[in-house]
């Protein structure tokens, strides 16, 4: 899905603002690359960084990849989830799911939300892993409560299809909520239908148009379409006062949040 596959190409990217305590290098000095190839894990992943987003030299993913695993071997999650990177998507290394799904299961059991998104993703989808959607959901569930959007997002399409877990609309709706929070658009627009539906929360049409007002922001091309629809038969439905409101408040969302 498309959520996913930008969630993995961005990660490599993120990884040292979301999870590792060291600044980055501007170049490899020789003091870092002393530490590094004394076996400091930490410097390991440092260089291995460097390389990876060409911080200071030539971006060399095959160089990436070799430090990456220096450091993952020692036990370092922050290298760990970048290698299963790296083998998802056959970046300086062939690419092989399995590998991948082995190296995101080892971060995923330190926590990393990111590992545990994608290793519930390759679950869900059965690759590099038997498909399991029990799995997916657990693993999902993991890296939701720790904020991650997409994590949030796909636990309740799970809850709103009845796959891995029992079908559960206020638990889609719960889900779906976190996720549009954090601007999720998909997650915007099914909790809009939700709100419009009753299914799940209560019936609300001016629920319904903010959430759906949002989605049309946020997409574009068809989605964009298909959201603009909703909104306006939703819009019909609401009293000129009601309507206004439901206007003003999203407009200042987006603004607040576009800022």
Avoid: C
């Amino acid at each position: 899905m498309n959520m996913h596959l930008r969630s993995l190409l961005s990660a490599l990217i993120l990884l040292a603002a979301t999870m590792a305590t060291w600044a980055q290098p501007r170049s490899i000095d020789p003091a870092l690359l002393a530490k590094a190839t004394a076996g400091d894990a930490a410097s390991e992943y440092r260089v291995g960084l460097a390389y990876a987003t060409g911080d200071g030299v030539e971006q060399d993913l095959a160089q990436a990849a070799a430090w990456y695993r220096k450091a993952a071997v020692q036990g370092l999650a922050a290298a760990q989830l970048s290698l299963g990177v790296l083998y998802d998507h056959g970046m300086g290394v062939p690419q092989d799911y399995e590998a991948a799904a082995a190296w995101y299961q080892k971060a995923a059991l330190q926590g990393v939300a990111e590992a545990q998104f994608n290793l519930g993703s390759f679950y869900e989808r059965g690759v590099g892993v038997p498909q399991d959607y029990t799995q997916a959901a657990d693993l999902y569930r993991r890296a939701a409560v720790q904020g991650n959007a997409s994590a949030q997002f796909n636990l309740a399409l799970l809850y709103d299809n009845g796959q891995g877990v029992g079908r559960d609309y206020a638990q889609a709706a719960i889900w779906y909520n976190k996720a549009a929070e954090q601007g999720v658009a998909r997650a915007q627009y099914n909790l809009g239908s939700m709100y419009a539906q009753g299914q799940g929360v209560p019936q609300s049409y001016a629920e319904a148009y903010f959430w759906l007002a949002l989605a049309t922001a946020n997409w574009s091309g068809s989605h964009q379409e298909q959201a603009a629809k909703a909104r306006e038969n939703v819009a019909a439905r609401l009293s000129p006062f009601e309507l206004t409101a439901a206007q003003q408040r999203a407009q200042k969302w987006i603004a607040e949040h576009r800022k």
